[in-house]
């Protein structure tokens, strides 16, 4: 079964980097700074640590000992983990989520990944030094537009991309300790020098110096000037409870990947801690201390939020390189080579982590070598990553990002915290969990695992299924309650999954030509959904394969 598959980790602070590479990554410095800005600054931090410590904490503990547990039994990837905790077919199929995703998130991933190192080529060259702000914005509007591009290189996009994707498969082809440690060994720490440095910078910026409006205090004061009457706003919740999943990686099946290569009796109780608040401290300490300050520091509260209600991206590329050249020629480059630098190891590290349950899959069930592993990884990222460069204005690049990043994070997480908790029990969980333990892990997780943990998900699923519009929901159960009906926001799954957003849109277009473009934008994003749940199935039919094959061999 399993015998050709014996890698494992070379040593524990190599576990605990490469855990933490997995889980800071593109998230911690460009998704956390704008869902929090997004969210009301001090308002959303309250949430988003109770999320942590409810939510964060004991899927992670859960994640590794699944994990762990599945190794035990020769199992690297989430559909047979989870069979080995029960035995009915659907966890087994269940379990496709912690594949899917991770091919499916690296599929958009790599692409921003991409831009770093692109970025990062821009800084040195001293590309944006000459630039206005408008021109900044002007050439990243126009590297992202990769059909019509006008920055003299319309290949330049998809050439970074293959090369992002080429270097992330040759190191996962050098395994786990020979690759993605050694990798996270070197990314990590000059992720963190980088860090400091740029969050020296924002934080010691000041008012009318380089010509920064205000000091970098002003935006880490409204980030961290708590606001407790945000306490009843779902909307507030649900944004906090997705950037926890997606800045720890649970949800995910990567974390189970990497566990499951922990020996039996090792820790896995202190490791999962160390890795998890290794990554709150990048998110809420070095994440909160650059982007936010820096850019309110140029611009002020109210434009930066409003720049981000776009989307956040742009915050980060259409802006920070001209904000780093007032700080003159030297220091400028420095600064837009640490930033996209640190965005680059970051992001690597995570991608990484990516690849490893589709390899741990087919080595386990089809005896795949390594490096074969690794390379048809890096050509399923490249065909179903090339539509995401390719119509990015049509918005795929979104479409992977909310089905695949978002949505499939939190049904995967709901299913497994019940398995875990209910179906595998507590009684096993819970020793799974401190079995080898080096820390004590507090009692009262074990109440949290069973109760808290699959209740709190529960409801953040069910709120972002039927979010209305008002973000009220005590007013929208009003108004259900009297016979209004419910009117649902744009953005919860069921408005989406019928494109809500987009026939408002066509409703209200005045032109012809605004219509027939969104008619073409619902081609792409149907296109994307039909596509992303191709590959779904298409893992599930190997899922079905391997099963049978087992079944074969057993007879
Ligand atoms: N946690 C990573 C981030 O913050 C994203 C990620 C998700 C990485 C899933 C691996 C697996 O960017």
Partial sequence: ?????????????????????NAVGLGNFLRFPVQALQNGGGAFI?????????MGIPLLWAEWAMGRFGGKH?????????????????????GVFGIFTNVAVAAYYCYLESWTMS??????????????????????DSYVDVKTSTTGLPYEPIIFFVLCILLNTWILSKGLSGGVEKASKIGMPLLLIFGVFLAYKGVTLQAGEHGAQFSGLVGLNFLWTPQFDSLANPQVWLAAAGQIFFTLSVGMGTIQC????????????????SAGWMN????VVLGSAILIPIAVGYLGIDKVIEMTKSGGLGLGFRTMPYLFQQWGAIVGAMAGVAFFGLLFFAGITSSLAMGTPWMGFLQDEFGWKRERAAWSFGLIVLVLGLPTVIFFQ?????????????????????AESILFAWVFGMKKGWHEITQGADIEVPTVYRFIIKYITPALL???????????????????IGLLFSGKGWALSDGAIFAKLFNQDIYRQIEVATDSATKDALHTKLWYVNGSRLLLLAVFVGIAYLVYLAQRKRKLQQA
Wanted: hydrophobic share 50%; glycine share 6%; with cysteine.
């Fill in 458 to 476: 529960l409801l953040v699923f069910l709120g972002a299924m039927f979010a209305p519009a008002s973000g009220n929901w005590s007013e929208a």
């Fill in 394 to 414: 049509e918005g795929v690049f979104d479409e992977y990002d909310y089905w695949a990043g978002t949505v499939s994070l939190v049904v995967f997480a709901l």
């Fill in 119 to 140: 970025y990062v080529y821009h800084s040195v060259a001293g590309t944006f030094a000459p630039m206005s702000s408008e021109q900044v914005a002007a050439f990243f």
């Fill in 280 to 283: 709150e401290f990048v998110e």
């Fill in 1 to 21: 079964m399993s015998s050709e598959n014996k890698e494992s980790w070379g040593s524990r602070i190599g576990l605990i980097l490469a855990m933490a590479g």
């Fill in 46 to 54: 309250i949430p988003y640590l109770v999320c942590f410590l409810l």
């Fill in 74 to 94: 020769g199992h690297h990837s989430t559909p047979f983990i989870l069979d080995a905790m029960d035995k009915r077919r659907f966890w087994k199929y269940m």
């Fill in 258 to 273: 990497y566990a499951s290569y922990v020996r039996p009796k090792d820790d896995i109780a202190l490791n999962a801690m």
